[in-house]
Nanobody, 122 residues
Framework: QLQASGGGLVQAGGSLRLSCAAS????????MGWFRQAPGKGREFVAA????????YYADSVKGRFTISRDSAKNTVYLQMNRLKPEDTAVYYC?????????????????WGQGTQVTVSS
């Protein structure tokens, strides 16, 4: 089970850190990803991190502004979001994948959290 938190309302240029806590003792077996969905749009890949945490991958739209990380001791994955823009406004979802290769495709993630709203005002 995945529980996302940390969303909120922030002004453009501000920062937020999202957290996704995973229950169970097999956290290290899963690659983790963050996706987002804006009103009227499909689910969009944001960032992914490998099982070990050594490999990461970002969407071009967030590269250099967002950082994904994981803490295996806390069974938690984070998304640090800096220099936020109004176009970052969306519901953010964390997801877990059993795949070996980092994926940007939602269908490759078998487990999803409930989503947390991020709103960036201009």
């Amino acid at each position: 089970q995945l529980q996302a938190s940390g969303g909120g309302l922030v002004q453009a240029g501000g920062s937020l850190r999202l957290s996704c806590a995973a229950s169970g003792r097999t956290f290290s077996r899963y690659a983790m990803g963050w996706f987002r969905q804006a009103p009227g749009k499909g689910r969009e890949f944001v960032a992914a991190i490998s099982r070990s945490g050594l490999s990461t991958y970002y969407a071009d739209s967030v590269k250099g502004r967002f950082t994904i990380s994981r803490d295996s001791a806390k069974n938690t994955v984070y998304l640090q979001m800096n220099r936020l823009k109004p176009e970052d406004t969306a519901v953010y979802y964390c997801a877990a994948s059993e795949g070996v290769v980092l994926s940007i495709t939602p269908e490759d993630y078998g487990y999803w959290g409930q989503g947390t709203q991020v709103t960036v005002s201009s």
